[in-house]
């Protein structure tokens, strides 16, 4: 069956260092990669999207990276900030019917301490 | 100018009550979406509307109706509601080419009492 994989567990880090968040699935073929930004309450918002043909993207302090073959995406933040806590979504997109149909993993939650 | 907007943020009703939930979007996007997201967090495609037309139905009780009266607009009803109904409710929109972001509403929280 398919199944996305994101880290369970909060992940605890220091302001300043380098924040590294993994999705793994399997039985996927995704065309397209995202991830989404949860705070509590609140709806999720887009982060970065990249594609099966692309290894890396970034945007400022954002960088995601994508291994078809290991069938991963890596999410780091580089120079984290207490802000950026909050629990982060990855979202395959399978392209099956010309239309988007994100499947999300269940989010991992970053807490970043001053 | 709020771009996904959805109503109410908040219901709590009675089981086997029959209720609304409403959402808009001011982006001009062609694609529309309802998602469910559950005590644990996990947020699952419930339905998705293409220009007015439905072409994602997901393994939903048909307790739960969606209706687009034009392409700005997708609103939910569900009949009969149980306790397993409760959950956050979120409307998202998009392009309709596949690949492009989402964007979300803000999310209702419905209390199935």
């Known amino acids: 069956s398919q199944k996305i994989e994101q880290n369970s567990e909060a992940l605890n880090i220091q302001e300043g260092k380098t924040a590294t968040l993994t999705c793994n699935y399997t039985?996927?073929?995704?065309?397209?990669l995202q991830w989404y930004r949860q705070d509590p309450g609140r709806g999720p918002v887009f982060l970065l999207l990249?594609?099966?043909?692309?290894k890396e993207k970034r945007k400022e302090r954002l960088k995601v990276t994508f291994d078809t073959t290991l069938k991963q995406s890596l999410f780091h933040i580089t120079a984290s900030q207490p802000a950026d806590s909050a629990t982060y979504l990855c979202?395959?997109?399978?392209?099956?019917?010309?239309?988007?149909?994100?499947?999300f993993g269940k989010g991992t939650m970053l807490l970043v301490s001053p | 100018d709020t771009a996904v907007s959805q109503t109410p943020k908040y219901l709590v009703t009675q089981m086997g009550n029959d209720k609304s939930i409403k959402c808009e979007q001011n982006?001009?996007?062609?694609?529309m979406y309802w998602y469910k997201q559950d005590s644990k967090k996990f947020l699952k495609i419930m339905f998705s509307?293409?220009?007015?037309?439905?072409?994602i139905n997901e393994t939903v009780p048909n307790r739960f109706s969606p209706k687009s009266p034009d392409k700005a607009h997708l609103n939910l009803h569900i009949n009969s509601l149980e306790l397993g109904d409760s959950a956050v409710y979120f409307c998202?929109?998009?392009?309709?080419?596949?690949?492009?972001?989402?964007?979300f509403g803000p999310g209702t929280r419905l209390t199935v009492l």
């Open positions: 979202a395959l997109d399978p392209l099956n019917s010309g239309y988007s149909t994100l499947t």
């Open positions: 039985n996927y073929s995704p065309a397209y």
């Open positions: 990249i594609r099966e043909n692309e």
């Open positions: 998202a929109s998009s392009q309709a080419r596949a690949g492009n972001e989402q964007f």
């Open positions: 982006l001009g996007h062609d694609t």
């Open positions: 509307y293409n220009n007015k037309e439905l072409i």
